[in-house]
């Protein structure tokens, strides 16, 4: 089983500043099949990035996906309060490969 | 509008059963593959069980597997787990999610809003 450990468990900073959370697997993703996903409190998950850097339907441009291999990368250019949340990393293509990343807390500065 | 509303939730003794259920709406449901995945209470996902879209694939986690058990009703537009030898771990919200293709990969595209089972004597 691949493990995902995400970096770091809480990332502080300002609106309009720009976030970079990191999602290292412990082998290498198959197709870069890494997701990325948004929990905001009281809410379920919300699908941001499929495929290491496509962006679900409806998601802004603000948010992007990038890397390969073992190590992923999930950016948020100018953070908006709504922004702020806990993201998840994710694997999936096969039933023996779909595992969660422990996930990093966005949290305002 | 895709919708996913889970039910079946509730408080119960370790070692007794539950079935949870999901109905779904807004989309042509025999066009997607779908899942359960779980949460405890202010922890991290997990990914508990899947099924494609004719229920020719169903897989389990290595955590859940023998205990529970997935099925789907495609004229129902409903998704079931059934789950029984419940355990003190296994107390989490669960969430019926849609994967965004027919075989069970693992892509969660739409999720409910959960229902909760909590496990306790």
């Known amino acids: 089983e691949i493990v995902l450990t995400q970096s770091p468990g809480t990332l502080s900073l300002s609106p309009g500043e720009r976030a970079t959370l990191s999602c290292r697997a412990s082998q290498s993703v198959s197709r870069s099949y890494l997701a990325w996903y948004q929990q905001k409190p009281g809410q379920a998950p919300r699908l941001l990035i499929f495929?290491?850097?496509t962006r679900a339907t409806g998601i802004p441009n603000k948010f992007s996906g990038s890397g390969s291999g073992t190590d992923f990368t999930l950016t948020i250019s100018r953070l908006e309060p709504e922004d702020f949340a806990v993201y998840f990393c994710q694997q999936y293509g096969s039933s023996d490969s779909i595992t969660f990343g422990q996930g990093t807390r966005l949290e305002i500065k | 509008e895709v919708q996913l509303v889970e039910s079946g939730g509730a408080l119960v003794q370790p070692g007794r059963s539950l079935r949870l259920s999901c109905v779904a709406s807004?989309?042509?449901?025999?066009?997607?593959?779908m899942h359960w995945v779980r949460q405890a209470p202010g922890k991290g996902l997990e990914w508990v069980s899947g099924?494609?879209?004719?229920?020719?694939?169903?897989v389990y986690a290595d955590s859940v597997k023998g205990r529970f058990t997935i099925s789907r009703d495609n004229a129902r537009n409903s998704l079931y787990l059934q789950v029984d030898s419940l355990r003190a771990e296994d107390t989490a919200f669960y969430y019926c999610?849609?994967?965004?293709?027919?075989?069970?990969?693992?892509?969660?595209?739409?999720w409910g809003q959960g229902t909760l089972v909590t496990v306790s004597s």
């Open positions: 099924l494609s879209w004719n229920s020719a694939t169903i």
């Open positions: 807004g989309f042509t449901f025999d066009e997607y593959a």
């Open positions: 999610v849609r994967d965004r293709n027919l075989a069970a990969v693992g892509l969660f595209d739409y």
């Open positions: 495929g290491a850097s």
